[in-house]
């Protein structure tokens, strides 16, 4: 069992920066793929990003390319999203999520355990 609690959201302006913490605890956290979700009510969850056990290998879906950035600390069990030049439709309530690997998490599949999310909300 991984448990896992995001922190970092809030209420913003459009342009703004803001970075999400993932925690872990439980098993040891950099035997998972780990990655980033976000879903808007009534519609389905999306992938954001996700990062290999190292840290050596990122993936990022389109919309945050360029914007956004993964990152882990295996030494204190933490997950990262740097979010930057934030934009309304970024809105979302955005969870962490545990997995195998990457790839598959790009498809929302292969995901152990998640977190219970943490809404971030950008006004324009």
């Known amino acids: 069992q991984v448990q896992l609690v995001e922190s970092g959201g809030g209420l913003v302006q459009a342009g703004d920066s803001l970075t999400l913490s993932c925690a872990a605890s439980g098993r040891t956290f950099s035997t998972y793929a780990m990655g980033w979700f976000r879903q808007v009510p009534g519609m389905e969850r999306q992938f954001v990003a996700g990062?290999?056990?190292?840290?050596?290998?990122?993936a990022y879906a389109d919309p945050v390319k360029g914007r956004f950035t993964i990152s882990r600390d295996n030494a204190k069990d933490i997950l990262y999203l740097q979010m930057n030049s934030l934009r309304p439709e970024d809105t979302a309530v955005y969870s962490c999520a545990a997995g195998d690997t990457v790839p598959p998490m790009t498809r929302g599949r292969a995901l152990r355990y998640w977190g219970q999310g943490t809404q971030v909300t950008v006004s324009s």
């Open positions: 990062i290999s056990r190292s840290g050596s290998d990122t």
